[in-house]
């Protein structure tokens, strides 16, 4: 089965709601496309929630690439969009081609994502350029928010749209806004072509990304924006103290 693509997925501008979920492993993606997400993300937020890290700065390419193929082997048809890494792209466009290769020939990705606005215009052009859609993401920019402007909502509204239509004119066939204000990411849907998906943006966007690990409860605490829809985690612990009674008391393995 072909798997939705690029171009689909920018066809959805103006159009109903869609929803993009993350997922870092084969059947947590099958969960996913299970529940009628065709649009997975293999964020680099598997740092955060999967690798025990306290950012995504310190992921590396072949862990991307190790989850990327996870992913895929566990769907048939979701588009696959995969996180370019800290380190992989900023250098030239020579590196981002190369990493961008990497996650749709060895991952199995159908698309990459990369962080940056305006400063990302020529690498956008430069992977696209190689026949590698490209989905891009401005506001708040996680990878480096930690060395320096931090993780605070954006509302420089000038320099967001600016951000915007150059990702747009590079050629990314659609933009995360990440944390952007509400007003600000409308605004920003209506000044460009492209499909905006928002994380924290408020419902003036044409679709909508969570992290899997924040929805389900995984985590013991999740950001303020975040809907969480159950809460595996304390289910999770109580059917391991469970099992760990069972095995004391000896009701477990039964006779
Ligand atoms: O890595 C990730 O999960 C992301 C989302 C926050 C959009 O980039």
């Given amino acids: 089965m072909r798997r939705v693509t690029a171009a689909a ?8 709601p869609f929803a ?19 649009l997975i993300l ?38 696959i969009v995969t996180d370019l890494p800290f380190g992989t792209y900023q250098a030239s466009d020579a590196d981002a081609i190369r990493a961008a290769t990497r996650v749709v020939q060895e991952g199995g990705a159908s698309s990459v ?21 490209v989905m891009a993401h401005i506001g708040l920019l996680p990878q480096t928010a930690g060395l320096g402007p931090g993780f605070k909502v954006r509302s420089d509204r000038e320099a967001l749209l600016a ?6 004119a590079a050629g990314a066939y659609a933009v995360v806004l990440e944390v952007v204000d509400h007003g600000i990411a409308a605004e920003i849907g209506k000044a ?14 044409d679709g909508q990304v969570l992290v899997m690990h924040d929805v389900l409860g995984l985590h013991a ?5 975040v809907k969480q829809y159950a ?7 109580s059917a391991l103290e469970h099992f760990a009674s069972d095995v004391k008391d000896r009701s477990f393995p039964a006779d």
């Fill in 9 to 16: 997925v920018a066809r959805r501008k103006g159009k109903a």
């Fill in 20 to 38: 993009m979920m993350t997922a870092y492993d084969a059947p947590f993606a099958g969960c996913v496309e299970e529940a009628g997400i065709d």
């Fill in 42 to 79: 293999v964020g680099d937020s598997v740092g955060n929630n999967v690798l025990g890290y306290d950012s995504t700065t310190p992921v590396t390419l072949s862990d991307m690439l190790h989850h990327t193929a996870a992913v895929a082997r566990g769907t048939v048809k979701a588009h």
């Fill in 113 to 133: 994502k990369l962080e940056g606005g305006a400063r990302a215009r020529e690498r956008i052009k430069a992977i696209v350029g190689a026949g590698i859609p």
């Fill in 163 to 168: 951000d915007a239509r150059a990702v747009e």
């Fill in 192 to 205: 460009i072509a492209i499909p905006t998906i928002g994380i924290g943006s408020g419902k003036g966007c």
């Fill in 221 to 225: 605490i999740a950001p303020s924006f």
């Fill in 231 to 237: 809460n595996l985690r304390t289910e999770i612990i």
